[in-house]
C-alpha cells in the first residue's frame, strides 16, 4: 500500500477531477462503476440468502448441497467484482485472492456449524462459531475492498470496526432474532411469507455492520489522505 497524495485541485470551481491513473497507466475504474457491481454483488447475495427460506416456507428446504452451492456464489462474483475494480493489478490479484480464500473459510464454518446442530448443539457453542464466522470473513470481505479501492493505508484503523459491531450484535442475537419473528409476522400476510421476510430482516441485520465499517474505512482514507 502506497500513501498517493492526493489529486492537483481542478482547474476552476466545480471542474471534475480527472481520473486518476494507476501505476500501469490506465485509468482507474470510476467509483460509480465500482459501487454499481457492488451493489450487483449484494442484490445477489440477499437472493441467496432469500432463496432458502422462500423454499422452505411450505416445510420443504433445500437440499444441504443445494444451499451450500447457493452460498458459494457471493463469494465467487465479489472476486469477480474485485478483479475488475482493482486500482492496478497487484490490487486486482490481492483482493480476488482474497475473497476467494473466503470461499474454503465458508464451507469449513458451514459444515462445523451444521455439525454442531445436528450433534451436540450448545446455544454458546453455537452462538460463538456464528460469531467467529461474522468476525473472520465479514473484517476480510471489507478489508478485500479495500485493498483493490482504497488508495492509502489510512482506512487500516477503521477496519476495527467490523469485528466490533459483529461481536456486539452477537449479545443481542437472541432478542434480536425474536423481534424480527414479531416483525415479520405482523407485516407478512402468512406464516410463509413471514418465514422468508424473517431471511429477508436477518440478511439486512447481519450485513449492516459491514457496509458500516466500508463506510468508515471510506471516509478516514479520504479524509486523512487529504490532509
Same mark, same amino acid.
Given at each position: ?78 472476486? +469477480? &467484482?474485485?478483479? #475488475?475494480?482493482? /486500482?492496478? =493489478?497487484?490490487?486486482? @490479484?490481492?483482493? !480476488?485472492?482474497? $475473497? ?71 449479545? +443481542? &442475537?437472541?432478542? #434480536?432474532?425474536? /423481534?424480527? =419473528?414479531?416483525?415479520? @409476522?405482523?407485516? !407478512?400476510?402468512? $406464516? ?36
Amino acid at each position: 500500500m502506497s500513501f498517493a497524495p492526493p489529486p492537483p485541485p481542478a482547474p476552476y470551481p466545480g471542474a471534475p477531477y480527472p481520473a486518476t491513473p494507476t501505476p500501469s497507466g490506465t485509468p482507474a475504474v470510476p467509483g460509480a462503476v465500482a459501487m454499481l457491481l457492488l451493489a450487483i454483488v449484494l442484490a445477489v447475495d440477499f437472493v441467496t440468502a432469500v432463496v432458502p427460506y422462500w423454499a422452505g416456507r411450505d416445510g420443504l428446504p433445500l437440499s444441504d448441497r443445494a444451499t451450500l452451492a447457493l452460498s458459494v456464489v457471493p463469494f465467487l462474483l465479489y472476486a +469477480g &467484482a474485485l478483479a #475488475v475494480i482493482g /486500482r492496478d =493489478g497487484l490490487r486486482r @490479484g490481492l483482493a !480476488a485472492g482474497v $475473497a476467494l480464500f473466503l470461499v474454503p473459510l465458508h464451507l469449513a464454518f458451514w459444515f462445523v456449524i451444521r455439525h454442531e446442530i445436528r450433534t451436540s448443539y450448545a446455544p454458546d457453542e453455537f452462538r460463538v462459531l456464528v460469531t467467529a464466522q461474522g468476525v473472520l470473513i465479514g473484517t476480510a470481505l471489507v478489508a478485500a475492498w479495500c485493498i483493490a479501492r482504497r488508495t492509502s493505508a489510512w482506512w487500516l484503523p477503521a477496519l476495527a470496526l467490523a469485528p466490533i459491531l459483529v461481536i456486539a450484535q452477537s449479545f +443481542g &442475537a437472541d432478542d #434480536v432474532g425474536r /423481534r424480527i =419473528g414479531e416483525l415479520a @409476522g405482523d407485516l !407478512a400476510p402468512g $406464516a410463509g411469507s413471514a418465514f422468508v421476510l424473517t431471511g429477508a430482516l436477518w440478511w439486512v441485520w447481519t450485513t449492516t455492520p459491514l457496509l458500516l465499517t466500508g463506510l468508515a474505512c471510506w471516509l478516514l482514507d479520504t479524509v486523512l489522505r487529504r490532509r
